[in-house]
Antibody
Framework: QVQLVQSGPEVKEPGASVTVSCEAS????????FSWVRQAPGQGLEYMGW????????NYAENLQGRVTMTADTSSSTVYMELTSLTSDDTAVYFC???????????????WGQGTLVTVSS | EIVLTQSPGTLSLSLGSRATLSCRAS???????LAWYQQKPGQAPRLLIH???LRATDIPDRFSGSGSGTDFTLTITRLEPDDFAVYYC?????????FGQGTKVEIK
């Protein structure tokens, strides 16, 4: 089972950008896929998108298009999620999750990071 | 976008009883790519069921998933204290992937 360790909490002002990292253990990173999910205080889970490390494909939630970018660094087995033009509505815990990948596709989220709290406040 | 609607919003049950959670999709979920996650306060979600009915690693057989098309069910038999949590369904067969709003299972 892949272990995921995320970066620490962030406090940002409105209009700023934030980058959250997620380091994966294991030796199959280059053939992996990862999702990002966020959860506002007291709310449910919101799917943000996913990235395939092995072919570079990505898919982002429509409401975040233009503000979110997901990347992967195979040299450090780390995936990143950058969110720009932050507002108070982006205050949430951000989770990365490792997808089960096989047969050319990536499917359910099987392992999760511990979550990173991003607070947007002036 | 496939909208997933979970019901009920809250389920109040006693220890040892059976929980039946529903997830209804606005369109057919491709190839049964429907998962269930359990989340406890302050923790990351945990995968319970994928492919509609396949239990994830180390998940006890008290948890079972069923359904196809637009209607899916998570059943938890013989509720234990550790089972009281929020449960989310998630479809990953179509883009964008989506979650239901969650069902909270609480102790009666």
């Amino acid at each position: 089972q892949v272990q995921l360790v995320q970066s620490g909490p962030e406090v940002k002002e409105p209009g700023a950008s934030v980058t959250v990292s997620c380091e994966a253990s294991g030796d199959n990173f280059a053939n992996s896929g990862f999702s990002w999910v966020r959860q506002a205080p007291g709310q449910g889970l919101e799917y943000m998108g996913w990235i395939s490390v092995f072919n570079g494909n990505h898919n982002y939630a429509e409401n975040l298009q233009g503000r979110v970018t997901m990347t992967a660094d195979t040299s450090s087995s780390t995936v990143y999620m950058e969110l720009t033009s932050l507002t108070s509505d982006d205050t949430a815990v951000y989770f990365c999750a490792a997808l089960f990948c096989g047969g050319g596709g990536c499917y359910e989220m099987r392992s999760w990071g511990q979550g990173t709290l991003v607070t947007v406040s002036s | 976008e496939i909208v997933l609607t979970q019901s009920p919003g809250t389920l109040s049950l006693s220890l040892g009883s059976r929980a039946t959670l529903s997830c209804r999709a606005s369109q057919s979920v491709s190839a049964g790519y429907l998962a269930w996650y359990q989340q406890k306060p302050g923790q990351a979600p945990r995968l319970l069921i994928h492919g509609g009915s396949l239990r994830a690693t180390d998940i006890p057989d008290r948890f079972s998933g069923s359904g196809s098309g637009t209607d899916f069910t998570l059943t938890i038999t013989r509720l234990e204290p550790d089972d009281f949590a929020v449960y989310y369904c998630h479809q990953y067969g179509s883009s964008p992937r989506t979650f239901g709003q969650g069902t909270k299972v609480e102790i009666k």
